[in-house]
Structure formats: C-alpha cells, structure tokens
C-alpha cells in the first residue's frame, strides 16, 4: 500500500532465515525489507561457515536479531522495522516465537502480533489460545483472527498469508 | 507517552533487613497502555549481586547483556565475584560513559558482601548517580506507589520471612495503583549463606 493505493494483493512479508526459522516483518517501506535481507544473509552466512547441521537456534538468531536492531536505534537513521521471529529448535524439540519491535525490545510470547492486529487479536487468542493448542486448532484460531479483522478493518483486507515452522521445515499452509 | 522511561513500564524495589536483603521486580512488558508479555523478569543475578533494571525494556536488555560481558570480564581478572559496592561504582561509571546520550534505565543493586557479611542496597538515575539507603530503593513507573508503600510497611532488622512479606505487600498493592506494571512478580530474598527466589503471582488486569 502506498497511501489509499493498493500496490501489490500478496505481498510476501517473511524471509527465511534458516531451515526452521522464519521471520515476518512490518514496518517504514524502505527499512523492512533492507534489514530482513541483511539478517538472513547474516543468518545464512554463520550456516554456511559452520556445519549445515549446525545451524543458529530460535532463540540464537532472535538475539541476533535484537543485537543488529539495538545498535541500529542509536545510530543517525534507525530501522524501523517491527518483528515476529518463529523458529523450532531441532535439539531441544521445541517451538519459539520472539516478538521484537523496532526499539528492539524483545520478549518470548506464546502468541503475538504488531499493528492494528494486535487490538483485534490479542484478545481473541488470550481466550482462545492453550499451551497444548494443535495444528488444526491453530488454523482454526487464526481463520477467527482473519473473521476479525475483515470485519473490523475499515479497509479492504487481501487476506493471510500463513506460514508452518516443523520439525521438518517450513511449509505455506491454506487456511 | 513519549518518555522513554515510561514507554514498556515495569517496577523494582530492594530492602534491607537483619543480615538480609530482598529485591522484587514485577513482569509486565507493555507498548503504552497495551501488555505484550507477562514474563518479562527484571532482576539479573551476577555472582552475589543483584541488579534491577526498569525503564525503555530495550535498554534494560542491552545493559544487563553489557553487565554479563564486564562482570565476567571482571571474574577472569580478579579470579573472583565481583563485590556489591564494587559492582555499584562499575555501573555508575558505565552509566556514566553514556553521559550525552543515556540509557534510559533506573537500575537497583542488592546483595550481602561476601566479606563483611553486611547487606547492601543502592539506586542510580539514568546517568549514573549513586543513591545510598539503609532502608529500601524504588524504581521504575510505579514508583511512587512504592515509595509510599515502603515508607509504610517498611521497619528495621526485619528477618528473612518478615522482609519477604514486607517487600511482596509493598510490590504488590503498589503495582496495583499502576497500569504500567503488574501482572505477577519475582522476589529474591537474599540471606549470607541462601537465596530464596519466589514467583507472586498478581492481578492480571
């Protein structure tokens, strides 16, 4: 979007850092997807040095991440980039989800979001989220997330583009 | 809405008691008005010191992440833990070094010295200035709340079981009368030869 102009229907806002993290981004236009590129190749860079089993965990590549953003905030023209980081961790077998915004403050959340999303979802998924939640359940919650946010936002919502981090990668998924 | 101190809110008290000391930080992380995480600790442990950061929740990170680096560098040099006091005049400096351009934190000190066996507790502004007490310290958006709490609940030589209570009650009604923080608590109570950290859970409103 570009004011009231619609650009482009399915923008996609994510980058894949390494085979089980993935990180979606919002933020000024220019800014975005300049620092999303320089951290995956950063990202793909310390893969391709090291062994490619040997690859930056979840919770390795979101301080990374909050590093490169905080050091970026005190110089003379910051990102402004807000972030969602989800990524499995193959050794310890388990899902992480960072929430980082553009001052670089970062915190492990169980669920998250940025923008207007974060007025119309936050409370849909406190009531409806569980520790234990399914796959299944998981795109049923987030259909009731989409429900809302075509019903309250006043604009005309191009829909979701939904992402799966496994144990075996990450794979687009229909919702 | 814009200080950066009060932007993600958050609050820390420490307290003095018999051959103790206590430090108490809540776990809200919030954008304003809204709360983005409940599990956000404040109070980092470095050896047999304590330190709690509130304010900007970037630079509560980035400083207790620059502390790691120093107090360890400290402990490979010295081949030791790095002393209360000691650790106090280490963060006053290098709040200081940022003189022109601050971190935008209010940090609080707790620990027992490991030598003369005496609690310690001590604040600093944003820049590095250095406020002693016998009693307690407060900070963060709560502040005031704490201040008024503390100044009511708080006595001399309290023990270990006493000094919890004390500082779980001020934490707690104070982040109450705050929308900025809350939303649960941890309490280290500090003793010469234990440390007991308990989890409060509070208001989740």
């Known amino acids: 979007m570009r004011g009231v102009t619609v650009l482009k229907e399915e923008d996609d806002k994510t980058r894949t850092l390494n085979p089980h993290t993935l990180m979606a981004f919002s933020g000024e236009a220019g800014d975005t997807v300049q620092f999303a590129e320089y951290i995956q190749a950063n990202v793909q860079l310390y893969g391709m040095r090291n062994n490619s089993k040997w690859q930056l965990s979840p919770s390795a590549v979101a301080s990374f991440v909050r590093r490169e953003l905080a050091k970026s905030l005190r110089s003379r023209k910051p990102y402004y980039v807000n972030l969602l980081i989800g990524g499995f961790d193959t050794n310890t077998n388990e899902p992480h989800l960072y929430w980082l915004d553009y001052l670089a403050a970062s915190a492990r959340t169980p669920y998250s979001a940025h923008g207007y999303a974060q007025y119309y979802c936050l409370s849909i998924l406190d009531k409806h989220h569980n520790p234990n939640i399914t796959l299944e359940e998981g795109q049923k919650l987030l259909r009731m997330c989409h429900e809302e946010l075509v019903k309250r936002l006043p604009i005309d919502y191009k829909g979701l583009l939904v992402k799966v981090i496994r144990a075996d990668g990450i794979t687009e998924l229909e919702l | 809405m814009s200080n950066p101190f009060s932007i993600n809110g958050g609050a820390v008290v420490a307290m003095v008691g018999k051959d103790c000391v206590a430090i108490a930080c809540d776990l809200r992380l919030g954008m304003q008005a809204l709360t983005v995480s409940n599990d956000f600790p404040k109070i980092f442990n470095y050896g047999d010191v304590y330190l709690g950061l509130t304010g900007l929740a970037t630079d509560v990170t980035t400083v207790s992440e620059m502390f790691r680096y120093k107090v360890n560098m400290y402990r490979l040099r010295e081949e030791r833990d790095i002393e209360p006091e000691t650790m106090a005049n280490l ?50 958006t709560a502040s005031d709340q704490l201040f008024g709490t ?56």
């Open chain 2, 91 to 140: 963060v006053s400096s290098s709040l200081y070094e940022k003189r022109f351009g601050p971190y935008f934190v209010s940090p609080v000190i707790a620990g027992i010295n490991p030598h003369s066996q005496k609690p310690f507790v001590c604040g600093f502004d944003s820049i590095g200035c250095i406020d002693f007490a016998k009693d307690f310290i407060v900070s963060g």
């Open chain 2, 150 to 205: 503390c100044e009511s609940l708080w006595e001399p030589d309290m023990e270990p079981e006493d000094l919890f209570e004390t500082i779980s009650q001020a934490m707690l009604n104070s982040v109450d009368r705050d929308a900025l923080s809350g939303w649960g608590a941890h309490v280290y109570v500090i003793t010469k030869d234990k440390v007991v950290k308990r989890l409060l859970k509070g208001r989740q409103d």
